[in-house]
């Protein structure tokens, strides 16, 4: 396929041309054509991707880090690096559909993983909640086997080393929630209270043993109303809650509020939770020990 054919294509950004560009574009030959190309909906999803891809695999995401997916509006870049992935790696059960809008003719054919397919759902406000992976055993039990069967499928030759990958990086996993629960225990039993900004912790809380007391925004995108914040206050103030976080990717100014409403002192502004930050919460293995460290410091 010449590159004036592409060049064309672009310039027209005609369906008819995109359908006969997607038409003639040959099947993934991942090693071949030096490494398999994936595209992971975030940050987080594409650094787990790329522990168990290691060299076989490039790895890149769309929603910038410090930026939520749930209200993450595309820009016409994102389509074009879809173009080229052999692979789309998202979460589902809403919390990047805005991969949906971005699909066209050049990626409708391009193989979806879909990491929580099949996971069960903790319900928050009637709503199936997305955010597994802030429990590190669902990463290693659930996200990193699926991964390891989808590059295998797309890349046979490689299924020696994905395994061997993802054994390791599940070692790394198990060592993380060790260390974790022993951080956890170390917070009096009464304190284990999270009131964040939005419910991105209900996975975290069950499996470290959390109450979570209230989330400011029960749906991105929206704000809540002086009611709602008002009924949150009262929770909190009911529960004794000796902190509030607010995660990086929102404006902390509504938790604030809250804090200062219900007399609580401390605001946690920097917990990382849909996109990875600067380091040392620049991978997954250093975000979730970051946000630990954190809640352990503002609750013991
Ligand atoms: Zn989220």
Not at 193 to 219: R, S, W
Not at 245 to 256: C, D, G, M, T, V
């Amino acid at each position: 396929m010449g590159l004036d054919i592409r060049f064309a294509a672009e310039l027209a950004m005609g369906v008819l041309l995109a359908t006969t560009l997607a038409a003639c574009s040959a099947p993934v030959t991942p090693a071949a054509a030096g490494g398999l190309k994936v595209v992971a909906t975030t940050t987080v999803f594409a650094d787990i991707v790329a522990n168990v891809g290691g060299d076989r695999v490039a790895v890149d995401s769309i929603v910038p880090a410090g930026v939520g997916p749930e209200d993450y509006e595309p820009k016409p870049e994102d389509a074009r690096k879809l173009a080229d992935a052999g692979l789309i790696v998202k979460n589902g059960v809403g919390l990047d559909d805005f991969l949906d809008r971005l699909l066209d003719a050049n990626t409708q054919r391009t193989p979806i993983l879909v990491l929580g397919e099949g996971i069960p759902t903790i319900d928050v406000d009637g709503q199936p909640n997305p955010h597994f992976w802030l429990d590190p055993t669902l990463v290693r039990d659930r996200y990193l086997p699926a991964i390891v069967a989808e590059l295998s499928r797309l890349d046979p030759a490689g299924k020696a080393t994905y395994d061997t990958n993802a054994a390791a990086y599940a070692a790394k996993l198990d060592a993380l929630d060790t260390a974790l629960a022993a951080k956890v225990a170390t917070i009096p039993t009464a304190n284990r209270k999270l009131v964040t900004f939005h419910d991105a912790f209900p996975y975290f809380a069950k499996h470290y043993g959390f109450e979570l007391v209230g989330v400011v925004l029960a749906n991105v995108g929206q704000e809540p109303t002086a009611a709602d914040l008002a009924a949150l206050v009262d929770k909190v103030k009911a529960a004794g809650v000796k902190a509030v976080f607010s995660e990086a990717q929102f404006n902390p100014k509504l938790s604030q509020t809250l804090a200062d409403e219900a007399g609580i002192s401390q605001v946690v502004t920097t917990l990382y939770n849909d996109a990875l930050g600067p380091a040392p919460a620049d991978t997954y293995l250093g975000m979730m020990t970051w946000n630990v460290d954190r809640i352990v410091e503002a609750l013991k």
